[in-house]
């Protein structure tokens, strides 16, 4: 499957440069006839960030200077979970944003961000959306607000830094943790942890007055950078509990507008994108664990019997999910389906 998904990958670069090269005026000569505002979750200079700049650098050097990507960083114009109404009216064009933000609206949004404990690498995770139906699956979700998936994004497979030490499932029990609602806090209230419910701009001050024990909040690089690991001496790592989906939308009509190889390249462009910064927030964690070792953090690692006894869990909340509507129903179906084609589950 993974070999699969790489080669897709590189089918679909080559097509990029040869869409460049063939089908495209020079980007010196041609004038941007499509201006876009795009809002995206993290804030200007992170990681990511700078991710989603190299993204707007290539739509513009592939589309011939046609596409021109504004990029504004989380909050900009509207809140984070305010950016799907935005796009939907035409605030702002389009976003970089993860659905699960959207339950409130629609279930079926939850799983289609972050299924907890369904993957534990982001390749695995990346191939439900473009080697199954997970993307079209999400498009039909967003379709109804007026707006068109252009492609995946990925935090990567989180880390889970702590005040204690995490070794097993049973660890998590009566640990406060911060995580956000829905599938991910059933998970843990099932296994005897206590979620807590904070923006994520607050984990900082939370584990540094011991408020939470622990915090749902990133890949460990990001962590890192941010210094959470001065009051929380130990990570998870690699992560068990959350690899998050974004996705890079824009309102319909701007969608539109464009010409099918303008589409196509824009879709390309978005695949590369996931593609290198998949493998950036690989090389990124491990580079890190060496530095966080050095700082004096524990890392951990649960044996894939502990990983198992989560996932045990997890699909209990994930049946309970799937009752919340038809499309929750039909988005953990596919994800359970996808995940016994490749020998994940029973």
């Known amino acids: 499957m993974k070999r699969n998904f790489v080669r897709i990958l590189g089918t679909l670069a080559f097509s990029a440069v040869a869409l460049v090269n063939l089908g495209t005026p020079s980007a010196a000569l041609a004038e941007a006839r499509h201006q876009w505002r795009i809002q995206t979750i993290v804030p200007a200079g992170s990681p990511n960030f700078k991710g989603y700049e190299q993204l707007a650098n290539d739509i513009k050097e592939m589309t011939g200077g046609q596409v021109e990507i504004k990029l504004l960083p989380a909050g900009a114009v509207v809140g984070a979970t305010q950016t799907l109404e935005a796009v939907k009216q035409g605030v702002i064009d389009g976003h970089i944003n993860y659905a699960f933000n959207w339950a409130g609206l629609e279930p079926g949004f939850a799983p289609m961000g972050d299924l907890s404990g369904a993957y534990f690498d982001t390749t695995t995770a990346l191939g439900f959306y473009y080697e199954d139906v997970g993307l079209s699956l999400l498009r039909e979700m967003y379709a109804k607000h007026n707006i068109y998936v252009i492609g995946i994004d990925t935090g990567g497979a989180e880390s889970l830094p702590s005040r204690k030490a995490i070794r097993t499932v049973d660890d998590l029990k009566g640990m406060r943790i911060r995580v956000p609602p829905g599938i991910s806090a059933r998970i843990l209230q099932e296994l005897g942890a206590s979620p807590?419910?904070?923006?994520?701009?607050?984990?900082?001050?939370?584990?540094?007055?011991?408020?939470?024990?622990?915090?749902?909040?990133?890949?460990?690089?990001?962590?890192?950078?941010?210094?959470?690991?001065?009051?929380?001496?130990?990570?998870?790592?690699?992560?068990?509990?959350?690899?998050?989906?974004?996705?890079?939308?824009?309102?319909?009509?701007?969608?539109?507008?464009?010409?099918?190889?303008?589409?196509?390249?824009?879709?390309?462009?978005?695949?590369?994108?996931?593609?290198?910064?998949?493998?950036?927030?690989?090389?990124?964690?491990?580079?890190?664990?060496?530095?966080?070792?050095?700082?004096?953090?524990?890392?951990?690692?649960?044996p894939a019997a502990e990983r198992a006894k989560y996932r045990s869990a997890a699909r209990?909340?994930?049946?309970?999910?799937?009752?919340?509507?038809?499309?929750?129903?039909?988005?953990?179906?596919?994800?359970?389906?996808?995940?016994?084609?490749i020998g994940a589950l029973d």
């Open 196 to 302: 807590v419910n904070l923006p994520f701009s607050e984990v900082f001050d939370a584990l540094s007055k011991g408020v939470i024990d622990a915090a749902d909040a990133g890949a460990l690089h990001y962590n890192f950078s941010t210094g959470l690991h001065k009051d929380a001496k130990f990570a998870v790592y690699p992560g068990f509990h959350s690899t998050s989906m974004g996705d890079f939308s824009v309102n319909i009509e701007r969608w539109n507008k464009l010409t099918p190889d303008l589409k196509r390249a824009l879709e390309i462009a978005t695949q590369n994108h996931v593609a290198r910064y998949s493998r950036t927030l690989l090389i990124n964690d491990l580079e890190t664990t060496r530095k966080a070792r050095d700082a004096g953090v524990t890392i951990t690692t649960l």
């Open 316 to 341: 209990k909340a994930w049946d309970e999910w799937a009752q919340r509507s038809p499309m929750a129903r039909r988005a953990i179906d596919a994800h359970l389906n996808y995940l016994k084609k």
